[in-house]
């Protein structure tokens, strides 16, 4: 790759993926097919990967603000949810060791995971709506994970959501004080690697099928929701057009 906001390094079996953009980590398109590539080189050659994040300030503070605007949007859709198309398609197990802000797109990518070691600094949330957008990942995964009544909380008022509150929650699998994050990861490899592979990879798949995720389909119909219904209201371009003029919103309710 010729630019390095993407880069993996391998640990034993692991490769840790790192978002390498600080301060945020914000992912625009490029990034996001750069991240698209990493996983599949990474994937090929390991059977765990560890998404974390360059910095101090956070993981990923999601998708560029920018790439939603109304000529963007389609593209940048198409690149982010490569990623984890890519992510559902492979064997590996996949963690995300999140510290700081976990926002937006960068909040799905953790939640994505099989499994979220976080840090005490760990911040999560889904604030497309305050944009006039939604989160399409979110929208198909959080009902699962934390059922839909938390679900229809973080995405429908976009609040922020700290990591002990997350832990309780059900999105957290493992809280870790900030210095252990990285070993906290390490602990979790160690475990997963003393077990049967064929197994595990068994166990995953039937994981997927008994909470009903379908995800491929399931993400295919909230993306046509949203180029097809959310995109072409005027809300949805105003609220990126106030974002990027750091303004308030005029809603219009069209």
């Not at 109304?70 to 992510?87: S, Y």
Request: proline share 5%.
């Amino acid at each position: 790759m010729n630019d390095p906001v993407i880069e993996i390094r391998s640990e034993k079996n692991a490769a840790w993926i790192q978002l390498n953009r600080p301060p945020l980590n914000i992912l625009n398109i490029a990034m996001m097919r750069q991240l698209a590539e990493a996983i599949g080189a990474a994937a090929a050659t390991h059977d765990v990967l560890i998404f974390h994040g360059a910095g101090q300030k956070g993981f990923s503070a999601g998708a560029d603000v920018g790439d939603h605007a109304p000529n963007r949007v389609a593209e940048m859709l198409d690149a982010f949810h490569t990623v984890f198309r890519c992510l559902w398609r492979s064997n590996c197990v996949t963690i995300a060791a999140v510290h700081g802000w976990c926002l937006g797109g960068g909040c799905e990518l953790a939640i994505f995971c099989d499994f979220v070691v976080a840090a005490e600094s760990a911040v999560f949330g889904q604030p497309e709506i305050k944009l006039g957008a939604v989160p399409p990942v979110a929208m198909v995964l959080l009902p699962r994970l934390i059922g839909p009544r938390a679900a229809w909380d973080m995405i429908l008022t976009g609040r922020n959501v700290p990591a002990a509150e997350a832990d309780n929650l059900g999105l957290v699998t493992r809280l870790v004080p900030e210095e252990g994050l990285e070993q906290g990861a390490r602990s979790l490899v160690e475990e997963l690697s003393a077990l049967s592979p064929v197994v595990r990879k068994l166990a995953r798949n039937e994981l997927r099928h008994r909470i009903g995720l379908d995800f491929e389909r399931e993400l295919d119909d909230v993306e046509a929701f949203y180029l097809e219904h959310l995109a072409r209201t005027h809300d949805a371009a105003e609220g990126i057009r106030a974002f990027l003029e750091k303004r308030a919103p005029v809603w219009s309710g069209n």
